[in-house]
T-cell receptor, first 112, second 113 residues
Framework: KQEVTQIPAALSVPEGENLVLNCSFT??????LQWFRQDPGKGLTSLLL?????REQTSGRLNASLDKSSGRSTLYIAASQPGDSATYLC???????????FGSGTRLLVRP | DAGVIQSPRHEVTEMGQEVTLRCKPI?????LFWYRQTMMRGLELLIY????????DSGMPEDRFSAKMPNASFSTLKIQPSEPRDSAVYFC???????????FGEGSRLTVL
């Protein structure tokens, strides 16, 4: 059974720091991996989708990497801002249909 | 594109009442998902539609829950009768095909008194 773990569960950093959020999964036979952010009382916003054949994806200050063989993905946030404060969720697609397994999230606070 | 649109955003009702949640997926998307989120259980998949056909409803908690997708641009999730333990945020999400990103709506926060 696939398990997705995100470490740390919570993170507090001063504004301007570069930071890394970690995601690990037990079954390397994943299809794709997607990172989301969720603001309090809001829905999930898709940040990046990494196809299984890709090693990384970039969007603005965000860079996500994927290493299927080791069962790991990282989300790198450059020059963090208070507006980046949110919960970040990692989710793995087990196949091309609908099986999406979510991690429990990392709650990020960027202090001004 | 307006994104996935859900209504109502908030619903407060009394135990035993019928609740209907609505979702308009992103135009052109052929897959639709209903999720429920609670602090205790996180995100749970309730039902998945592909091309308007329910493919997997094994996550629907009980017969009190039902979902329909009469056309490609509209879906409903109905709870009848509602119970306090149904209180949660219900999300609708959609995507295109089997490789696309999943996009979520803002959610419907349901409180059953």
């Amino acid at each position: 059974k696939q398990e997705v773990t995100q470490i740390p569960a919570a993170l507090s950093v001063p504004e301007g720091e570069n930071l890394v959020l970690n995601c690990s999964f037990t079954d390397s036979a994943i299809y794709n991996l997607q990172w989301f952010r969720q603001d309090p009382g809001k829905g999930l916003t898709s940040l990046l989708l990494i196809q299984s054949s890709q090693r990384e994806q970039t969007s603005g200050r965000l860079n996500a990497s994927l290493d299927k063989s080791s069962g790991r993905s990282t989300l790198y946030i450059a020059a963090s801002q208070p507006g980046d404060s949110a919960t970040y969720l990692c989710a793995v697609w087990m196949d091309s249909s609908y099986k999406l397994i979510f991690g429990s999230g990392t709650r990020l606070l960027v202090r001004p | 594109d307006a994104g996935v649109i859900q209504s109502p955003r908030h619903e407060v009702t009394e135990m035993g009442q019928e609740v209907t949640l609505r979702c308009k997926p992103i135009s052109g998307h052929n897959s639709l998902f209903w999720y429920r989120q609670t602090m205790m259980r996180g995100l749970e998949l309730l039902i998945y539609f592909n091309n308007n056909v329910p493919i997997d409803d094994s996550g629907m908690p009980e017969d009190r829950f039902s979902a329909k997708m009469p056309n490609a641009s509209f879906s409903t999730l109905k709870i009848q009768p509602s119970e306090p333990r149904d209180s949660a945020v219900y999300f609708c999400a959609s995507r295109w095909g089997g490789t696309g990103e999943l996009f979520f709506g803002e959610g419907s926060r349901l409180t059953v008194l």
